[in-house]
């Protein structure tokens, strides 16, 4: 079983900064796409951003240009690098991670970190 955990979010001023981390654990054979997404209250969640492990990524329209996907294969880690935050951008993140580990095909969820907007 891969398991994924998250740190990093917080409170933070409109404007601001901050990056989430999520380190995924386990007998880990291979990690194909990783991403992140998010879920405000009263809303579906809604992908925010997803990398292969090629490197290929791609953004939702409203966090593109301000939001930055990456991440450390030898860590097995994602990042996202959050910039000019804006209240809209409250919501709980979650981290997922698909790909092969010692019990066949996996597809993970984070327990979700909460990242508030707010002056």
């Known amino acids: 079983q891969v398991q994924l955990v998250e740190s990093g979010g917080g409170l933070v001023q409109p404007g601001g900064s901050l990056t989430l981390s999520c380190a995924a654990s386990g007998v880990i054979f291979s990690i194909n796409g990783m991403g992140w997404y998010r879920q405000a209250p009263g809303k579906q969640r809604e992908l925010v951003a997803v990398?292969?492990?090629?490197?290929?990524?791609n953004y939702a329209d409203s966090v593109k240009g301000r939001f930055t996907i990456s991440r450390d294969n030898a860590k097995n880690t994602v990042y996202l690098q959050m910039n000019s935050l804006k209240p809209e951008d409250t919501a709980v993140y979650y981290c997922n991670a698909a790909g092969s580990g010692l019990w066949g095909p996996y597809d993970s969820w984070g327990q979700g970190t909460q990242v508030t907007v707010s002056s």
């Open positions: 990398i292969t492990s090629g490197g290929s990524t």
